[in-house]
T-cell receptor, first 112, second 114 residues
Framework: GAGVSQTPSNKVTEKGKYVELRCDPI?????LYWYRQSLGQGPEFLIY????????DSGLPNDRFFAVRPEGSVSTLKIQRTERGDSAVYLC??????????FGPGTRLTVL | AQSVTQPDIHITVSEGASLELRCNYS??????LFWYVQSPGQGLQLLLK??????LVQGIKGFEAEFKRSQSSFNLRKPSVHWSDAAEYFC????????????FGTGTQLKVEL
């Protein structure tokens, strides 16, 4: 079956702009996770959804970052007033409860 | 501070040689332990995991890892490396009672010489 997909695969934007990154999880997976991977680092947790609600958003770095999952499937990570330091690969993963997380290929965000 | 440490940033081995990638964690309780592999342009793929029980766990692609509580380590091993194993390897933990979020080490880049 289809895995986790993320769009776009690459996004280049200018400092100060707003961006949206989309994640389509594996069908039937109730849990969805966002991670951010900076160059030379391991992925860092951002936010976790169980169904439609954010069960843990402790990893969001500041209030410019927001994520939604209105129907419990697709999720969108939204970044306002982007800064150069936001440049990274944003990874999405999904899982059935307490089971293995399956990762998407990521969206590479570059802020000029 | 709580952390996951992968001391080796880069490792180079010859094809056919054995491999060991190190991982240490620093937490009060034993977390759930994982190894992931990331190839260029690919998503992270789970190699193996340890929750409890037998401390030697077998994974995919011929990898295994051994949990050693006394050393707070979970090292990844493979007896004979193939050129296709060249990739970046991440150790990760999930804290018990901490939801299911993964905390990753900084990764080890494996190069395989033919």
């Amino acid at each position: 079956g289809a895995g986790v997909s993320q769009t776009p695969s690459n996004k280049v934007t200018e400092k100060g702009k707003y961006v949206e990154l989309r994640c389509d999880p594996i069908s039937g997976h109730t849990a969805l996770y966002w991670y951010r991977q900076s160059l030379g680092q391991g992925p860092e947790f951002l936010i976790y959804f169980q169904g439609t609600g954010a069960a843990d958003d402790s990893g969001l770095p500041n209030d410019r970052f927001f994520a939604v999952r209105p129907e419990g499937s697709v999720s969108t990570l939204k970044i306002q007033r982007t800064e150069r330091g936001d440049s990274a690969v944003y990874l999405c993963a999904s899982s059935s409860p307490n089971n293995e997380q399956f990762f998407g290929p990521g969206t590479r965000l570059t802020v000029l | 501070a709580q952390s996951v440490t992968q001391p080796d940033i880069h490792i180079t081995v010859s094809e056919g040689a054995s491999l060991e990638l190190r991982c240490n964690y620093s937490y009060g309780a034993t977390p759930y332990l994982f190894w992931y592999v990331q190839s260029p342009g690919q998503g992270l793929q789970l190699l193996l995991k340890y929750f409890s029980g037998d401390t030697l766990v077998q994974g995919i692609k011929g990898f295994e890892a051994e949990f050693k509580r006394s050393q707070s380590s979970f090292n990844l091993r493979k007896p004979s490396v193939h050129w296709s194993d060249a990739a970046e390897y991440f150790c990760a933990v999930v804290l018990t009672g901490g939801g299911n979020k993964l905390t990753f080490g900084t990764g080890t880049q494996l190069k395989v010489e033919l």
